[in-house]
């Protein structure tokens, strides 16, 4: 089982509608988790971090973390052709060692 | 601050030759990594500095691979000899506190021909 699972899609969304990404962890002791944004070519930026169960919210971008169910989530609202590279989910166990997926690639569709 | 700067953004470069790539990390941080992207196994971790201090090389997938941190502002990866396996892209990324957000440099990718 790969510690961080990440669905490698496409997702594909149509311009304006709600992008749903999610990722699911295998280590019970993470605490904390991430959100990065890889554009073709480009590095990973982190666009998002949560420690807490519950959501956080920043501008379109929401993050969801149900530690109970080992999962975190990542909503894009009103999703824009900009939006469009891989989301990497990583995880931290408190330590040094982030554990990156693969990555979700979404493509909103103008 | 300009962020983690790496060099050279691009290596090409023949089957047993020797290639370094540099990184100087964020200023204040800490917190040092080097990582290997490739398509079939994403991001992987190499090797982890904690105040210029090598605290884990697990990752580091061969004695081929070295990586040195003589000071807080520079690190560097070799490898010796290269082979065409090596072929990825290669990201530092420095963070606060090995804990924290960490942010990377824009990588170098390597052609091993």
């Known amino acids: 089982q790969k510690e961080v699972e990440q669905n490698s899609g496409p997702l594909s969304v149509p311009e304006g509608a709600i992008a749903s990404l999610n990722c699911t962890y295998s280590?019970?002791?993470?605490?904390?988790f991430f959100w990065y944004r890889q554009y073709s070519g480009k590095s990973p930026e982190l666009i998002m971090f949560?420690?807490?169960?519950g959501d956080k919210e920043d501008g379109r971008f929401t993050a969801q973390l149900n530690k109970a169910s080992q999962y975190v989530s990542l909503l894009i609202r009103d999703s824009q052709p900009s939006d469009s590279a891989t989301y990497l989910c990583?995880?931290?166990?408190?330590?040094?060692?982030?554990?990156f997926g693969t990555g979700t690639r979404l493509k909103v569709l103008a | 601050d300009a962020g983690v700067i790496q060099s050279p953004r691009h290596e090409v470069t023949e089957m047993g030759q020797e290639v370094t790539l540099r990184c100087k990390p964020i200023?204040?941080?800490?917190?040092l990594f080097w990582y290997r992207q490739t398509m079939m196994r994403g991001l992987e971790l190499l090797i982890y500095?904690?105040?210029?201090?090598?605290?884990?090389d697990s990752g580091m997938p061969e004695d081929r691979f070295s990586a040195k941190m003589p000071n807080a502002s520079f690190s560097t990866l070799k490898i010796q000899p290269s082979e065409p396996r090596d072929s990825a892209v290669y990201f530092c990324?420095?963070?606060?506190?090995?804990?924290?957000?960490?942010?990377f440099g824009q990588g170098t990718r390597l052609t091993v021909v």
């Open positions: 280590d019970r002791g993470s605490q904390s």
């Open positions: 990324a420095s963070s606060l506190r090995g804990s924290t957000e960490a942010f």
């Open positions: 200023s204040g941080h800490n917190s």
């Open positions: 500095f904690n105040n210029n201090v090598p605290i884990d």
């Open positions: 990583a995880v931290n166990s408190g330590t040094y060692k982030y554990i």
């Open positions: 949560i420690y807490s169960n």
